[in-house]
């Protein structure tokens, strides 16, 4: 019987004075028993053929040793009582910048990637290795080979002989850098999900509240115990049709993400609208685990944009009344004025009757008195005198005036008339034939007390313009914007310097099949801020209580929409503006060869 004692000496050499001690002994011998037991004669070291599979089975063993620690997850490493490396697995030799772990034996912190921090690992190690007590699962930060700071989770233990006199240590981490900017990114995701004022729901797969954000509460009034684990349909408000959550479903069951609204009923009864996007989610297999919802609070929203579209109506219908009111007091005005010589006139013609009377009635009894034959000089003395308290000379010449001046006030205020009427035409949904020169002189005459006072008026018109199809009433008021915007232009710009006028230029022309029209200011220009915004409607430059910002929002609407037209303009800030306006002559589906 062969009884195995294996005892054998690893060497290293010590770094403070180069000299070698043994790490681990181990002694080896063999001893023979007789059958009775006895040994009889020991095999020693020098025995080749024991020695050779002793090597071969401690060869084999430290193999598989070498094996598990490297398949171990962790970095492994230990260390002598001088805080030297004896040995490591691969990965902590990669962290420390070596291809191998047999480069890393009799090395210490200082000759590693965190040699800046090795005084403090050695005093760290020192401490465990005289108190004999464990740190377990601490974390600590270590510059890598690659430059890299990383976050070890690490556990060091003391390593004790038979004896159990502390001979070294065993140090174990776990390099949890990605997994620590995992979770902090996890956290800040959290809190912005808890932060953000939109609502969030996540379910699972078959619709169960799973989690909610404190914006749901918020939003609905349920608490996050009120709801999770149940059905959303619980908060359905009875306005949708069942096809709609249908449908909904059939989209997001299929991996499709969903974009719509709901009316749902918050807890106290009343009647929340959502602008919601719902989302799968699929696990690494592909499969729909859960539905993501975000949802946003769109009652208020929803209210104001009613609102905003009766306002919408209310300022149309309101910029036409400003319109009518802006033509009844300069038509007013206009008339006012012709009327108003016409009538002085006439009561100075009314005043002249009576003294022109008295010298007729002179006139006549002088010649009943030449008849009888009893003119006398005092006769002859009276009249002359009665005939130049008359003042006839002064009469026979301001009378005419007077009857001309009169008759040119009634041809005016026929004038203006004229053009009210005209510009006045009755609205119609068929296009009639227009003269545009005749149209535009009309609106420029009923908007004469808009311009007159700050603006000398051009016209430039094509008199052989063709007649256009269009909208007669409609035109006008396009025209009429434009005309009362220039003189608004006008004004601010003159402002301080009343005594100059500014110019307002209307023109047209032909321009193949289209038909142009040009009304143009002198005024200060659209500001560069404004030149985007103003066909937008409820959009103006001007001062509180001058516009309602619809005029050129209907212009556009007018002149693109119902003639298929366009209006731009050009500008110059300080030197004025010009709005083009462009008509085609023919309807859109003649020029487009469609014959109905």
């Known amino acids: 019987m062969l009884n195995t004692n294996l005892t054998m000496t690893r060497m290293i050499n010590n770094p403070a ?11 080896s011998s063999e001893v023979v028993s007789t059958p009775s037991g006895q040994p009889s004669a020991m095999v020693g070291r020098d025995d080749p053929s024991g020695s050779m599979a002793l090597s071969e089975s401690l060869h084999e063993s430290q193999k598989y040793l070498r094996l598990v620690v490297d398949t171990l997850p962790d970095r492994i490493y230990w260390k002598n009582r001088e805080s030297v490396y004896l040995g490591c697995n691969q990965l902590f030799a990669q962290d420390a910048g070596f291809s191998s772990p047999t480069d890393l034996i009799g090395k210490s912190d200082f000759d590693l990637a965190w040699h800046d921090q090795a005084m403090s690992h050695q005093k760290d190690d020192q401490m465990l290795m005289e108190t004999g007590k464990a740190r377990l699962h601490y974390e600590e930060p270590r510059m890598t080979a690659h430059g890299r700071v990383a976050t070890w989770r690490s556990s060091k233990l003391p ?11 065993l140090g174990t981490y776990e390099d949890i850098t990605e997994k620590l900017c995992a979770d902090e990114l996890l956290r800040l995701q959290q809190t912005a999900l808890c932060a953000t004022a939109n609502v969030v729901v996540i379910t699972d797969r078959r619709g169960n509240v799973v989690w909610t954000n404190p914006a749901f509460t ?79 609070d769109i009652t208020a929203r929803k209210s104001a944009e009613q609102e905003r579209a009766m306002l919408e109506v209310q300022l149309r219908h309101a910029q036409k009344l400003e319109s009518i009111g802006q033509l009844a007091a300069g038509i007013a005005h206009e008339i006012n004025t012709p009327t108003q010589y016409v009538g002085d006139n006439l009561r100075f013609v009314q005043e002249s009757i009576s003294p022109l009377m008295e010298a007729l009635d002179i006139a006549k009894q002088m010649l009943q008195a030449a008849r009888d034959g009893k003119l006398t000089s005092e006769l002859i003395s009276s009249v002359e005198t009665r005939l130049a308290n008359a003042d006839l000379d002064y009469l026979t010449t301001e009378l005419p005036k007077a009857v001309s001046e009169s008759l040119d006030g009634v041809e005016r205020v026929s004038k203006i008339v004229r053009a009210m ?79 100059t006028k500014g110019k307002i230029t209307a023109s047209t022309r032909r321009d193949g099949d289209w038909v ?12 560069d801020h404004a030149r985007c915004k103003i066909f937008e409607p409820f959009f103006t430059t001007k001062g509180v209580g001058k516009g309602t910002g619809q005029g050129l929002a209907i212009s556009r609407s007018v002149i693109v929409d119902k003639h298929g037209g366009t209006i731009d303009f050009h500008t110059e800030t300080g030197k004025g503006t010009v709005f083009i ?7 859109q589906r003649q020029r487009e060869g469609i014959t109905s």
């Open 218 to 296: 918020h939003v609905t009034g349920y608490t996050s115990g009120e709801i999770l684990g149940k059905n959303p349909r619980i908060m359905k408000s009875g306005n949708h049709p069942p096809a709609f959550y249908e449908e909904m479903w059939k989209m997001i069951a299929s991996g499709q993400v969903w974009h719509g609204e709901f009316n749902n009923r918050r807890k106290d009864g009343t009647i929340v609208i959502e602008e919601a996007t719902i989302t799968p989610v699929r696990n690494e297999n592909g499969r729909i685990t859960h539905f993501i919802a975000v949802k946003q």
């Open 581 to 587: 306006i462009r008509l085609p002559l023919q309807p």
């Open 17 to 27: 004075d180069g000299s070698s001690k043994p790490l681990i002994r181990m002694e």
């Open 159 to 169: 390593l004790r002989d038979n004896d159990g006199k502390v001979i070294g240590l």
């Open 516 to 527: 142009e029209v040009r009304i143009s200011d002198t005024g200060t220009g659209i500001p």
């Open 421 to 499: 009427k005209e510009f006045s035409h009755p609205g119609s949904e068929q296009k009639t034939l227009v003269d545009l020169n005749k149209a535009i002189d009309s609106t420029l005459t009923v908007a004469r007390n808009e311009w007159k006072y700050v603006a000398e008026l051009v016209t430039d018109y094509d008199g052989n313009l063709p007649r256009v199809s269009c909208l007669p009433g409609e035109f006008n008021q396009v025209i009429l914007n434009l005309v009362v915007n220039a003189s608004h232009a006008i004004s601010d710009a003159i402002k301080g310097n009343e005594s």
